[in-house]
């Protein structure tokens, strides 16, 4: 398009000097018509890079997650190939589930006894509370027989023996009291001890087995997202531990990220959805549509690092360093009735985003872009 601006001023010059002869052709309006086209040829290269700024680096990222298993045990089963389309949620690998199987049962029957161990915690409390009230009649008659046997041997109507004896069974049933009380209150402190509905002991079963039910779910790996299963080269027999230094497999997430990188003056007219076009090199010939979804206005240059040192100045002399891009990511937009394009992770490319300034020369760079997606057909190598 830039060669047809400057082929129509280049027709413009001839028809005026050359063809009319409304000028003179000399020296010095040759000299104009050159200037003219250079600033001519300048100002529109100047102005598009601003109101449709384009970008050379546009990177496709998808997540990827590196499949640990959370518990150890030998590989059973492995139920995908490597590079092949899993659903969320689909199986994955399957770990021997026996000794997780076994715990569990364990931890049934040791739930069963401890609930019923806990049903006898009321009749505990209940026999507690009337051993306490044996032992407090049993103190009211000693304590009684006590008075009656002081008045007898106060009358001369009986003898100190008595009174001793009589003293001695008092102190008995008071530590016999004092006893059935604290079995009371111990009997009682386990009642209330409680979480949620359960007694303490109940609960404590509960959560392991819960726990052991946890891992014995975990045996079966399953995907985390809809994505691609990378580098399976795990196979039954295998053991696997749960370590993140020794990942089973790399999981690739479906979903994407498209980021492209724009020199930072050339930022200044870009707004979240802003429509944008980008050609791939894996896809000749096609444009992807896509709009402005946000900028992501940070880089590594303006981060300071963790440490106990101060910062430097850059060394005198020292040449700066150039100047990071930013990243503006791109959402892919879905034509009607067209498929939406595949994209490989990692696939590169070119992409141009056109802001709401000076609509018109956006075909310039509409021009210009799809150049660029022809121009990936040529593989430039000699080899």
Same mark, same amino acid.
């Given at each position: 398009?830039?060669?047809?601006?400057?082929?129509?001023?280049?027709?413009?010059?001839?028809?005026?000097?050359?063809?009319?002869?409304?000028?003179?052709?000399?020296?010095?309006?040759?000299?104009?018509?050159?200037?003219?086209?250079?600033?001519?040829?300048?100002?529109?290269?100047?102005?598009?890079?601003?109101?449709?700024?384009?970008?050379?680096?546009?990177? &496709?990222?998808?997540?990827?997650?590196?499949?640990?298993?959370?518990?150890?045990?030998?590989?059973?089963?492995?139920?995908?190939?490597?590079?092949?389309? &899993?659903?969320?949620?689909?199986?994955?690998?399957?770990?021997?589930?026996?000794?997780?199987?076994?715990?569990?049962?364990?931890?049934?029957?040791?739930?069963?006894?401890?609930?019923?161990?806990?049903?006898?915690?009321?009749?505990?409390?209940?026999?507690?509370?009337?051993?306490?009230?044996?032992?407090?009649?049993?103190?009211?008659?000693?304590?009684?027989?006590?008075?009656?046997?002081?008045?007898?041997?106060?009358?001369?109507?009986?003898?100190?023996?008595?009174?001793?004896?009589?003293?001695?069974?008092?102190?008995?049933?008071?530590?016999?009291?004092?006893?059935?009380?604290?079995?009371?209150?111990?009997?009682?402190?386990?009642?209330?001890?409680?979480?949620?509905?359960?007694?303490?002991?109940?609960?404590?079963?509960?959560?392991?087995?819960?726990?052991?039910? /946890?891992?014995?779910?975990?045996?079966?790996?399953?995907?985390?997202?809809?994505?691609?299963?990378?580098?399976?080269? $795990?196979?039954?027999?295998?053991?696997?531990?749960?370590?993140?230094?020794?990942?089973?497999?790399?999981?690739?997430?479906?979903?994407?990220?498209?980021?492209?990188?724009?020199?930072?003056?050339?930022?200044? /007219?870009?707004?979240?959805?802003?429509?944008?076009?980008?050609?791939?090199?894996?896809?000749?010939?096609?444009?992807?549509?896509?709009?402005?979804?946000?900028?992501?206005?940070?880089?590594?240059?303006?981060?300071?690092?963790?440490?106990? *040192?101060?910062?430097?100045?850059?060394?005198?002399?020292?040449?700066?360093?150039?100047?990071?891009? /930013?990243?503006?990511?791109?959402?892919?937009?879905? *034509?009607?009735?067209?498929?939406?394009?595949?994209?490989?992770?990692?696939?590169?490319?070119?992409?141009?985003?056109?802001?709401?300034?000076?609509?018109?020369?956006?075909?310039?760079?509409?021009?210009?872009?799809?150049?660029?997606?022809?121009?990936?057909?040529? $593989?430039?190598?000699?080899?």
């Amino acid at each position: 398009m830039l060669e047809m601006i400057i082929g129509g001023y280049c027709a413009l010059v001839w028809l005026v000097f050359i063809k009319l002869k409304w000028f003179p052709w000399n020296i010095k309006t040759q000299v104009g018509a050159a200037t003219g086209a250079l600033a001519l040829a300048a100002t529109i290269i100047f102005t598009i890079n601003v109101v449709t700024p384009s970008s050379n680096d546009v990177r &496709v990222i998808n997540y990827v997650s590196e499949i640990v298993p959370r518990v150890a045990g030998t590989v059973t089963r492995v139920a995908v190939e490597g590079n092949t389309l &899993v659903k969320k949620g689909d199986v994955l690998l399957e770990i021997d589930d026996t000794p997780y199987r076994l715990r569990v049962r364990e931890l049934e029957a040791k739930l069963a006894d401890t609930i019923a161990s806990a049903k006898t915690l009321k009749q505990d409390l209940d026999s507690a509370k009337s051993s306490t009230l044996a032992a407090q009649a049993h103190l009211d008659l000693m304590s009684k027989r006590l008075q009656e046997a002081k008045t007898l041997a106060k009358a001369g109507a009986g003898n100190e023996y008595d009174v001793e004896n009589f003293q001695t069974e008092t102190k008995k049933a008071e530590s016999a009291l004092a006893s059935a009380k604290s079995g009371e209150a111990k009997a009682q402190i386990r009642l209330d001890a409680t979480v949620g509905p359960d007694l303490a002991s109940v609960a404590q079963i509960k959560a392991q087995l819960d726990s052991a039910r /946890y891992d014995l779910r975990s045996t079966v790996i399953r995907a985390p997202a809809d994505g691609y299963p990378i580098n399976v080269s $795990v196979r039954p027999g295998n053991y696997l531990v749960p370590m993140p230094f020794k990942p089973a497999l790399s999981f690739v997430e479906r979903e994407q990220r498209i980021l492209a990188f724009f020199a930072q003056n050339e930022l200044r /007219y870009i707004q979240p959805g802003d429509k944008a076009e980008i050609a791939f090199q894996t896809l000749p010939g096609q444009l992807v549509k896509a709009k402005v979804d946000s900028i992501v206005w940070a880089n590594g240059q303006g981060q300071l690092l963790q440490s106990g *040192q101060v910062p430097n100045a850059p060394v005198e002399m020292a040449p700066a360093p150039l100047a990071q891009k /930013y990243a503006v990511k791109l959402t892919p937009i879905q *034509q009607e009735g067209e498929e939406q394009a595949v994209i490989p992770m990692g696939a590169r490319g070119g992409a141009a985003v056109y802001t709401e300034k000076l609509a018109p020369l956006h075909l310039l760079r509409m021009v210009m872009i799809r150049a660029q997606s022809l121009f990936n057909y040529l $593989v430039l190598k000699l080899h």
